[in-house]
């Protein structure tokens, strides 16, 4: 059997995802967006298949040519959810029997030791009218999830005074301005009172 990995089967993938509840409408709306607008200038050969294509290339290209249009973590949550549709769609195509979707699922009513269990629903953040799915807005400790399943973080070097540099490290691609507020108080503590 051949595979198929072109962003039109990507696509058709991402509907199926939802069709079969493996996925939240929103997350699903959310993924398809952002793949389609990162990817929209991809080459041919890429579109034919998506493993080729260098996304953190072509989110900057995106960024360049739409930056203009959205704030900084809008742009950086684009390239979450596009990294994450992916990565979901080439494990399917892979092999779809042992397939899990990263992330949020459709929400639907879980079973726990024989008894029905269900969530309560949280107002999520939006970015461009499309809810965040809890698992790209939540911070997980990195000790907490093994290396390779960790999502892309950001190191962000901040030069305070000459020849004094520090690096935030472990920023999340998708922060929250809640969440670079609690990390604004955390080192609003620090500061020694002279």
Request: hydrophobic share 40%.
């Amino acid at each position: 059997m051949v595979k198929n990995y072109s962003l039109d089967a990507l696509n058709k993938f991402l509907d199926y995802a939802l069709e079969k509840g493996l996925l939240k409408a929103e997350t699903a709306k959310s993924r398809r967006t952002a793949v389609n607008k990162i990817l929209e200038k991809i080459t041919d050969e890429q579109r034919a298949d998506v493993r080729k294509v260098d996304l953190e290339l072509e989110a900057e290209h995106f960024a360049n040519r739409q930056g203009a249009g959205y704030i900084p973590s809008s742009l950086l949550t684009y390239k979450s959810r596009a990294k994450t549709a992916l990565a979901d769609f080439v494990s399917w195509v892979d092999n779809p029997m042992a397939f899990r979707p990263s992330g949020s699922t459709s929400g639907k009513a879980g079973v726990r030791n024989g008894t029905a269990t269900t969530k309560k629903a949280k107002a999520l953040p939006k970015v461009d009218g499309v809810e965040t799915p809890a698992h790209e807005a939540t911070a997980v400790p990195a000790q907490a999830t093994p290396m390779l399943e960790q999502p892309a973080r950001l190191t962000f070097p901040v030069p305070i005074r000459a020849g004094l540099i520090v690096q935030l490290c472990g920023i999340p691609f998708d922060l929250t301005a809640g969440e670079a507020e609690k990390i604004a108080q955390v080192v609003k503590a620090l500061a020694s009172q002279q």
